[in-house]
């Protein structure tokens, strides 16, 4: 399985979200952020806008959820189409039941940590979950810095994954870049968020390419 590009929309024209989209056709999936203003202090989209994106976007959708109760609202994600569905270990109250539910209703779930909560006692959850998401900035804001702190757990989820011999993939989220992305794949993620990097660019394809070249070196 060799690594993927997920562009963020969080960092795209909303009031061209659909020219946005088409300019990702060459990525592997597109990841959407939705936030709540309680999980983090950052309001974007919702259910009603995720359901156009999935019917007019050309690469399957990566919902991000940044939201509380998760337990309730993240089921209508899946139900929507998308692709995956991330819901953070710090706002699930049943983890386990909840990722049972999003591969019951056709999407793969995946678990997302902030910068400070360990892996360690998530490592048992792997055989339920498709993804680990392991934040690299804080949650909530596009166009922040990368967080070198962060490298140690993604190397430890990288061990654990392997160990477990299960097919888990290891998303990186947050400050995503030319200048970062070696380092992360060095450390064992697999599939890479970038917002600002790829909107930020004047050849949008270009930098997709890029980012998929040093990721995969
Ligand atoms: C931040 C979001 C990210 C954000 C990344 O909370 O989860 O997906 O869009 O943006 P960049 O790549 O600009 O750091
Ligand atoms: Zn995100």
């Known amino acids: 399985m060799g690594i993927a590009i997920h562009p963020s929309i969080l960092s795209a024209d909303f009031t061209n979200l659909q020219r946005d989209l088409e300019a990702i056709s060459t990525a592997d999936a597109a990841h959407v952020d939705v936030m709540d203003n309680h999980f983090v202090p950052n309001l974007t989209l919702g259910l009603p806008i995720v359901e156009r994106i999935v019917e007019v976007c050309p690469v399957p959708v990566d919902a991000h959820l940044m939201i509380a109760d998760p337990d309730r609202w993240a089921p209508a994600y899946a139900e929507a189409g998308a692709a995956s569905v991330t819901f953070h270990a710090e706002a699930a109250a049943a983890p386990v039941r909840l990722a049972r539910e999003l591969r019951r209703l056709g999407a793969r779930a995946a678990l997302a940590l902030r910068p400070a909560t360990p892996i360690e006692p998530f490592v048992d959850l792997l055989p339920e979950l498709d993804m680990i998401l392991v ?9 922040q810095s990368f967080i070198d702190a962060t490298l140690g757990k993604i ?7 392997d160990a477990s011999g ?8 947050g400050g995503v870049s030319r200048s970062t992305i070696e380092r992360a794949a060095e450390a064992g993620a ?3 968020v970038a917002g600002s990097a790829v909107y930020g660019a004047d050849d ?3 930098e997709i390419a890029a980012l998929r070249a040093l990721g995969a070196a």
Do not use: Y
């Open 135 to 143: 934040m690299t900035v804080e949650p909530g804001f596009g166009g």
């Open 166 to 173: 299960l097919e888990v993939r290891l998303q990186i989220d």
């Open 204 to 206: 949008i394809a270009g």
């Open 190 to 192: 697999d599939v890479f």
């Open 155 to 161: 190397a430890r989820a990288r061990a654990a994954i």
